[in-house]
C-alpha cells in the first residue's frame, strides 16, 4: 500500500489505538491535522521544489514506522502516544516558511537566526534558490518549535485542565531530530508530568529520529542521502533509475530471541551510488546504537529490543561488489600527521598552538566587537605561555572563543575536520579569515609534550571541558563541569618535554615568540613563574623605529585589499637621459666590422635607441690577462685543468676588464665564447685584436654576453633602467636584519617564503618588506611553512605592482620620470588581480 496516496489519518496504528480506549486527546489531534495538512502538502513543496516530500504522507510513513520501533504500544500512556503522532506530524513543518519570513531572510533581517542569508548565498556561489533552501533547512527543526508554540499551543493542552500545555517539550522533540544525543540528554528530560499524565521527552525524541532515518525507498531520498548525491551532480531521475529499495516493511522481528532488526532491500546498478547507499545505512546504525544505549536505563516500557548493525541485502546488477572499505590506523596516521616530516622541525609545535589562540582571540574580537557598547569594557586578546617548572607544567592560555561540546565532538576530536572550514563557521561571515585549514594542527602539540590536557570553555556557554590526550592513544577522557569563572582555552604540556625542545632554554621560547608572530592588538606574555618574571612578546607589523634618512616608506594596503603592512625602498639611480649614463663594467668599447673594436671618447655620439633591442642591450664583457698577471692565469689553468670559468671567476679583481657594444643587428649573433689563438668572434674581433689592448700574449679569455634592460620613456632621451630575475632565484640575501623581508598570514610567519620579484625598475633599491595577508584565498601548505607555487607568484606579482606603484606615487619624480615609471608598470604589471584596489 502507497501511504502517501492511500492511508487516511484513522488508518494509523496509533490512531486506531487511541480510538480504542477512547482517548480525550482524539478531538484535538483532529483539529492540529487539518490545521497544518495544506501547508505540509503544498507549501514546504514550495519552498522546496527540489527536495523529496515532506508531506503529510511522510508524516504518516513515519507514525507506522513509529508504531513498529516501540515494544509494545499499549504500555504507552496516551499523552506519550499523542506526542509521537503529533512529532511526526509537525517535526518538519518549520520548512514551510511564510512568505513574510523569506523576505526577511533574504534582507538579513530574521530575527529567528543569527546566520545571514547573504553568506549563505555566497557558500552557494549566488544561487539564491538553494541558498533559501539550505538556510531554511539548517534552522527548520528549530523553525519548527517556533511554529508550535506560536500556533499550536492552545490545541496541544491536557483534557479537561486547559490550563496546562506540552507546546514547550513538543517543540523541542521535533528540534531534536537534527540534533545530536548530547543535546538530548540535555534539553529534554526522561519523566514530565502534565496533570495525570507523565511522559519521556527522550524516547519519543529518539523514535522520531529512527522513524524519520527509515523513512526511504525508491521514491524518496532522506536528506542525508541527497546530501551525499547532489554534490556529484546525480539528479533524482539518475538516482531512481540507479537504485530501488523494495521492502516498505524495514523492521523484522527474529522469532527465536524477539530482537528487532533493520533490514534493507533493494537494487543498485551503479556502484558510485551502492557506495552513498552504504554510507546512509552506516547513519543509521549509528542512529540505532546511540538509540538504544539511551533507553537502555530507563523503564521497560522505553525499551528498544535492536540488532544494531541492519541487515544489508543490496543486488547489483553490471558489476561486483565487496565487503571490504579502506581503514586509517590511528597510529601511523596521527604519527605522520604530527612529525617533522610535515613540520620540519619540533618547535613548531608551539607555533601551531598560538597560530589557535590567535584565531580564537580575533574571532572572539570581531563577535564582542559587533555587540560592544559605548560606556562597555573593550575586549582585550590575551595569549600567556605560561613555564612552571615546579609543577611540570608549559601551559598556553588564551581569552579566545573557547571550545563548545559541539566543536569538540564535530571538529576538534576529529582528525583532518577543520572548523573554520565548516559551513557553520563560514555562515557567520566574520571578517576575519583564520589561518586554520586542515583540521590536523593540534597534533602537533605532541612534538612538544607526550600527555596534553586542554581545557575550554566557550564564552557564550557556562559549562567548562577537559580533555586529556596522550600521545599515540586515539581514547581521550572528557570532564564536563560548570564554571563561567574560567575563560578561553588552556593546552597544558609536560614542561620537561616542552622545554626539551628548546634546548632546555626559556630564553629560546620568547626568540621563538618573537619571530613567528605578530603581536598587534594582543597582549602576548611569557610567564616564567620559577624565576617571578613576565616578559612581552612585542613584534608589531608597524615600523616600531623611525625612518632612516633617504628611505621611503610605502604602506602596502593603498594598493592590495586584505592586507597589511609595509615596504621600505631606497633611491638608488637616476633615469638615463644619455648614452654616458648607462653603467657599463670597465672601458667601454664599440664594435661594427668596418671600424672594428673602437674605445668609445665621445659619448654624444651614440643613440641609445641604435643599440636597444627589445628594451635590451646586450653586450660583451670581456677580461683581459695582462702581462703581470699571465703566469698566475697559466698556473690557474693548469690547476683546473683548463677550466677557465672558474679561473676567471677567481681571478676577478686581477683581471682588467672592457664592455664591448655592437650595433643592433649584430646582438642576436651574441654568446659566451672563449677567445683563443686562431679564433674570433667577428671578423676584426678576436685575441689579436685583444692583445692591441693590452691582453696577454700566451692566454686565452673569455667573452660573456651581458645585457642592460631599459625601459622607453622617450626615445634617445629618457629611459628608465630595470632588472630582471629567473623565476626560481631565490632572495636569501634579503633575510638579514638590515633587510627585513617577511610574509605572514594572519600574524603567523611563512617561513619558507622567499620574495622574488622578477621585473623591479632600477631607480630605486627594495630594503623591506613586511606583509600580513588576511585574506583566505590564500592559504599555507599543510606544513604552513610556505605557500604553493600559484600563490607565491600571485603574492609576488602584487606585491611588485604596489611597491612600484607607490614609488611613482612617493618618489621625488617630474613629470616625465612619473609618466615613464606609469608606463613600466602597465607594461610589466598589466594583469589585473582580485586583490588589487
Known sequence: MNIDTDFKLDDLTFIKHLKSIESPFLPKIGEVFEFVKDILNSRIQYVFPHYTLHNTGHSFRIMEYMSKIVSDVSKLNELEITLLIYSALLHDIGMAVSEEDVNLIKTDSFPFCDVKFSAMKKIMNGNEDLALQEYVRRIHASLSGRYIIENLKDNLIIPKLTNLDFAKELALICQAHTEDYDWIK?????????????????????VLRLADILDIDGNRTPYNLYKIISPKGISDEEWKQHFIISNNDKIIINEKTQQKKVVFHGKATNA?????????ISWVKYELTNATALVNSMPTQYSLVYDTNPEINIQTEGYTFSDYKMTLEFKAISSLLMGEKIYGSKSLGLRELIQNSIDSCRIRQETEEMKHEFGQDTYQPKIKIILD?????????????????????????????????????????????????????????????????????????????????????????????????????????????????????????????????????????????????????????????????????IDLKDYIKDIEGYALIKPKSEFIKKFDEINFPGTLYKYNDDEGLEEVTDFSTLNIDDYIVAEEIKYLSIPLVEDNFEDDFSSGMKFTNEDVDEVIDKMDRELTWISVIFPKDYQESLYDEIIKSGSSIFEKLGIEELQKIGHSDSCITKAYVKEITLFEGRKNNLYLPFDTQDKDSSMYSWRTPEKRKELFMRSVLIKDFRFNIRISASVFEINTIVININSRKFIPDISRNNIDSKAIDTVNYIVGKAIHLGAMDLMNLDKDEKVTLKNFVNNFFERKTEFEK
Open 389 to 553: 617548572i615546579d609543577k611540570n607544567q608549559a601551559i598556553i592560555k588564551d581569552n579566545g572563543s573557547g571550545m563548545s561540546m559541539d566543536i569538540i565532538k564535530k571538529h576538534f576530536l576529529n582528525i583532518g575536520v577543520s572548523y573554520y572550514n565548516s559551513t557553520d563557521f563560514l555562515l557567520k561571515d566574520f571578517e576575519y579569515k583564520p589561518i586554520g585549514n586542515f583540521g590536523i594542527g593540534f597534533l602537533s602539540c605532541f612534538m612538544l609534550s607526550d600527555e596534553v590536557k586542554v581545557l575550554t570553555r566557550h564564552y557564550k556557554a557556562k559549562n567548562k571541558y577537559l580533555i586529556e590526550l596522550e600521545k599515540g592513544n586515539e581514547w581521550t577522557s572528557l570532564t564536563e563541569s560548570e564554571d563561567v569563572s574560567f575563560d578561553g582555552t588552556e593546552v597544558i604540556l609536560n614542561y620537561i618535554n616542552f622545554i626539551k625542545v628548546f634546548e632546555n632554554k626559556p630564553q629560546n621560547v620568547k626568540v621563538f615568540l618573537n619571530k613567528y608572530f605578530l603581536t598587534d592588538g594582543i597582549n602576548f606574555e611569557v610567564v616564567d613563574k620559577s624565576l617571578k618574571e613576565i616578559t612581552k612578546i612585542e613584534n608589531p607589523i608597524k615600523l616600531s623605529t623611525p625612518l632612516e634618512k633617504g628611505f621611503i616608506k
Open 272 to 280: 558510485s551510488i551502492h557506495r552513498k547507499i552504504l554510507v546512509y
Open 186 to 206: 540535555s534539553n529534554l528530560r526522561t519523566n514530565e508530568v502534565r496533570g495525570d499524565y507523565s511522559f519521556n521527552s527522550q524516547y519519543i525524541a529518539s
